[in-house]
T-cell receptor, first 114, second 111 residues
Framework: NAGVTQTPKFQVLKTGQSMTLQCAQD?????MSWYRQDPGMGLRLIHY???????DQGEVPNGYNVSRSTTEDFPLRLLSAAPSQTSVYFC?????????????FGNGTRLTVT | GQQVMQIPQYQHVQEGEDFTTYCNSS?????IQWYKQRPGGHPVFLIQ?????EVKKQKRLTFQFGEAKKNSSLHITATQTTDVGTYFC???????????FGTGTRLQVTL
C-alpha cells in the first residue's frame, strides 16, 4: 500500500516552460487536492476534486490546470511556468470530500522556476 | 475568504519546557484538524476536533477547540527533540470541501 505517490521529487524549469506534476493514490480515496507551500504562508489550496470527472478551484488556481479522469490520478499542469511558481507542491487525498476525513499527503515536489 | 492565522510563527525552547501554538479563524469552523510536518517532510495528521469546547489528549499533546469554534490550541508538555517540526491547524467551514490551513508554527527544541 503506497499511499499517495508524487513524481518527480525535484524539478527545475525555465520561465515559460510547461510541465505536469503527477499524483496517484491507491487508497480508493474520493477526495484529492493540490497545495503549494511557501515560507511563512502555510499550505495554500490550488485545486481539488471530489471524484472522478469533477474538479474545482482552490485559493490560488491561476496558472495551474487539473483533471481527474480516474479515481487514482490527479495530475497538476503548469501551463507556462513563472518564477512565482517556485514552491513545494503537495498532493493530498482523503476518504471523503464531506469534510472531517484526515488528509494523506504525498512526499512533495520541489519546483524551481528560473 | 476564510483566513486561519497561527501564533507564534516560530518558537525555540529548551528540552523539557512547555510549548503552545494558537490558531484563530476569521470564520466559524465546523471542525479543526492538526498536522505536524517534520523538517523536509510532509504534513502528517495528528487529530481532529469537532465539538465546541472539546479537549483531546495524545500523550504529552493537548488539543483544545474554542467555545465559539473559531479558535484552537495545541499545548505540548515537557517538549522533546522529537517534537521538532512545524505544526499546522486546518479547518473546514460549513459544508465546504476546502480545508484551509493555518500559517503554521515552527518549533525548535534544543538540549
Amino acid at each position: 500500500n503506497a499511499g499517495v505517490t508524487q513524481t518527480p521529487k525535484f524539478q527545475v524549469l525555465k520561465t515559460g516552460q510547461s510541465m505536469t506534476l503527477q499524483c496517484a493514490q491507491d487508497m480508493n480515496h474520493e477526495y484529492m487536492s493540490w497545495y503549494r507551500q511557501d515560507p511563512g504562508m502555510g499550505l495554500r489550496l490550488i485545486h481539488y476534486s471530489v471524484g472522478a470527472g469533477i474538479t474545482d478551484q482552490g485559493e490560488v488556481p491561476n496558472g495551474y490546470n487539473v483533471s481527474r479522469s480516474t479515481t487514482e490520478d490527479f495530475p497538476l499542469r503548469l501551463l507556462s511556468a513563472a518564477p512565482s511558481q517556485t514552491s513545494v507542491y503537495f498532493c493530498a487525498s482523503s476518504y471523503s470530500y464531506r469534510g472531517g476525513s484526515p488528509l494523506h499527503f504525498g512526499n512533495g515536489t520541489r519546483l524551481t522556476v528560473t | 475568504g476564510q483566513q486561519v492565522m497561527q501564533i507564534p510563527q516560530y518558537q525555540h525552547v529548551q528540552e523539557g519546557e512547555d510549548f503552545t501554538t494558537y490558531c484563530n479563524s476569521s470564520t466559524t469552523l465546523s471542525n479543526i484538524q492538526w498536522y505536524k510536518q517534520r523538517p523536509g517532510g510532509h504534513p502528517v495528521f495528528l487529530i481532529q476536533l469537532v465539538k465546541s469546547g472539546e479537549v483531546k489528549k495524545q500523550k504529552r499533546l493537548t488539543f483544545q477547540f474554542g467555545e465559539a469554534k473559531k479558535n484552537s490550541s495545541l499545548h505540548i508538555t515537557a517538549t522533546q527533540t522529537t517534537d521538532v517540526g512545524t505544526y499546522f491547524c486546518a479547518g473546514y467551514t460549513g459544508t465546504a470541501s476546502k480545508l484551509t490551513f493555518g500559517t503554521g508554527t515552527r518549533l525548535q527544541v534544543t538540549l
